[in-house]
């Protein structure tokens, strides 16, 4: 009687503000192209990369974070192989795990942007507020306005003033990897607008 084979798990882990799916699959299928058959371990897919690139081949890990050391632990010893999309201040943990076992990993880094709150002393890299270049100009209160109304506004304003002008989009672009520094987080904030443009660049 042939011994059946196990088949090999791959654990695959992306950080939220990860919204690049044309890199992602170009990424896995190149990383995964030398396995016949295998099966995805998929970590918080929160924007369903794995699903949607493997369909019934992914079982899906949620609710873990990355404070849950003994359950990220026991992930990466249950795994063959492990692909973490890294962007230097995430994960760390899993990737450590995932280095100092004896299983196939591949770590590729990436840059993704953030949106820190420079009043609470979070660490940032360029100032998004108003009075800079990147400042959203409708306020809280202008004409009955909320929050959500003035992001709204500035969504608009994001596609027509600054999307639209080559020289600003390209000015734009330097954003991308920083950290960004408001007043709002971990409120909504038009930084939000910026910095899910800049992650879903596929460059």
Known sequence: MTKKTEVPKVLVAYPDDFKRPVFFERTLNKVLSGLEDYQIQSLNDVHLFTEELFGDRVTKIEGIDESAHSKLSELTANADYAVIFWNGYEFNYLVHQALSLPI???????????????????????????????????????????????????????????????????????????????????????????????NSLDD
Request: aromatic share 8%; hydrophobic share 30%; net charge positive.
């Open 104 to 198: 196939q990993s591949r770590i590729i880094p990436i840059s993704t942007t953030k949106v820190r709150n420079k009043d609470a002393g979070e660490q940032y890299d360029v100032y998004i507020g108003r009075r800079s270049p990147w400042g959203n100009p409708f306020a809280i209160g202008d004409d009955g306005m909320d929050r959500k109304d003035v992001i709204e506004k500035y969504k608009k304003y994001f596609q027509s003033e600054i999307l639209s002008d080559p020289s600003k989009k390209k000015a734009l672009r330097s954003l991308k990897g920083k950290r960004l520094g408001c007043h709002c987080k971990p409120m909504a904030c038009h930084g939000d607008v910026i910095a899910d443009y800049l």
